[in-house]
């Protein structure tokens, strides 16, 4: 095991050793001997809904794009995808890479244009999270008194994360320009510090893998429009887990609280960590607009432990069953 992966699991120990320690260990044990196992199961069967909605994307995605491949193998790399994106220590990439390398070495397809498929289908996903939670966010804040505190975050997080995707497209689409606005930008740090050639071709490469995963997804406007719709219901089951973890702690769901959950899970997802999922970066933003909401620390801790059952474990459980059944003669294939 190398040091990166020791360092972040001891981050991840450290953070859940924190969540925990806030909270009142006998209250805590107390709630979560009582959560509703009901609730519990429903909120990996909302996580597990949200996935294969997002297969479902990929399928279109890989219809557009003139490949062949059975929904069936389709879902079992995006679990297996998942399941990558949990355990491994790359920032949700890992599972990305995998499932690019089965498709073309395992299941015989381009290698071009299934990176270009799986590109859009990251696009798809970014662009669904950040328009669904700008969308809810506003309506949260005209509908209902919101703490300024949540306010300035949610108005920052949701605004930033849109403006900031807006941007990113602009320079896939324009790819001409992004690349000689690149190589500028290379010039000026160069008058300070060596860039290496490694470092160009890095860049220019993953510009030229955004301007074709975007080429594939604006390729049919159909395609484009029931991507998008399907990306803001896979967008809701997911942020649906957090409200089932508050009700199975016996959490009271009005509408008010139904948005703010909601929207605290959802604006938690947005803010770039950089950090791989079982590190639970994301369980200590959570928890901070928790705090700021006023909910009690044990209920809070107790929810985002449901939470990470809910989706980590259970996908870890899930995720590896499909990636043992999938086998690794794929990984054993000479590239």
């Known amino acids: 095991m190398n040091g990166k992966v020791v360092a972040l699991l001891g981050i991840s ?29 429903l909120s990996a069967l909302s996580y597990t809904l949200a996935i294969t909605f997002f297969a479902v994307i990929w399928q279109l995605l890989i219809g557009s794009a003139g490949l062949e491949l059975r929904f069936i193998v389709n879902l079992r790399l995006v679990f297996s995808s998942v399941f990558f994106n949990v355990v491994t220590p790359t920032a949700s990439y890992g599972g990305e890479a995998v499932r690019a390398y089965l498709l073309t070495k395992k299941f015989n ?15 798809i996903g970014t662009l669904s999270n950040s328009a669904g939670t700008l969308i809810l966010g506003l309506y949260l804040i005209a509908r209902y008194a919101v703490p300024p505190v949540l306010l300035v975050i949610i108005l920052v997080v949701t605004l930033s994360s849109f403006i900031g995707f807006v941007v990113v497209l602009y320079f896939g689409l324009k ?7 690149a190589e500028k930008i290379f010039n000026l740090i160069g008058r300070f510090r060596e860039v290496t050639e490694e470092k160009r071709e890095s860049v220019n490469e993953n510009l030229m893998s955004y301007h074709e995963g975007l080429s594939v997804l604006l390729k049919s406007r159909g ?15 997911v942020n649906l887990v957090a409200v089932l973890a508050f009700k199975a702690v016996g959490g009271t769901i009005s509408v008010e609280n139904f948005l703010l959950i909601f929207t605290f899970f959802s604006v938690s997802r947005l803010i770039p960590t950089g950090l791989p999922e079982f590190v639970g970066s ?22 985002i432990i449901l939470i990470r059952l809910a989706t980590q474990l259970w996908m870890i459980l899930l995720g590896g069953a499909v990636t043992l059944q999938l086998g690794f003669e794929g990984f054993r294939e000479k590239a």
């Open 175 to 181: 790819i001409e320009w992004s690349t000689r606005f």
């Open 282 to 303: 994301k369980e200590a933003i959570l928890a901070a607009l928790y705090a700021a909401s006023g909910l009690p620390v044990s209920t809070s801790v107790a929810v």
């Open 109 to 123: 397809q381009d290698t071009g244009v299934g990176a270009a498929t799986i590109v859009a289908h990251r696009i």
């Open 13 to 41: 120990l450290l953070i859940l050793a924190g969540l925990v320690g806030l909270a009142d260990i006998g209250e805590l044990k107390e709630i979560l001997g009582s959560a509703d196992p009901l609730m519990v199961v």
């Open 223 to 237: 395609t484009l429009i029931y991507s998008m719709l399907l990306g803001l219901v896979a967008w809701f089951f």
